[in-house]
């Protein structure tokens, strides 16, 4: 009861880890299904607003995970080239000491 009540208290009363994130994140898209079923049967209205604010959240973490991939992969190749340039400079100063 207290969940719907007061949904921030009780979330913040929750002390959420990363695994009851992703718990909750499931609970969501189950949810999600149920109501998509539900609206499939013929009743629309509030269960087909529902699903729309679902998949706009949906789409819209895909999309943010999408553009952290990116600057992930972006960043790491940086990093690689940054560090493929390194060895090449030591290598370069270490064949000089040689001679």
Same mark, same amino acid.
């Not at 009861?1 to 979330?11: D, I, S």
């Not at 898209?29 to 609206?39: F, N, S």
């Not at 013929?42 to 943010?64: M, Q």
């Not at 080239?81 to 090449?88: I, K």
């Given at each position: ?91 370069? /100063?270490?064949?000089?000491? /040689?001679?």
């Amino acid at each position: 009861p207290a969940m719907f009540l007061a949904p921030g208290k009780w979330l913040r009363a929750q002390k959420m880890t990363p695994k009851r994130w992703a718990l909750a994140a499931l609970a969501v898209l189950a949810l999600a299904a149920v109501l998509q079923r539900v609206a499939l049967l013929g009743l629309v209205g509030l269960e087909r607003l529902i699903i729309g604010v679902l998949i706009s959240a949906e789409n819209a973490i895909f999309a943010g995970l999408t553009s952290v991939a990116r600057v992930a992969g972006l960043a790491g190749a940086l990093v690689a080239l940054a560090y493929v340039s390194y060895l090449f400079i030591v290598a370069e /100063d270490t064949s000089k000491k /040689d001679k």
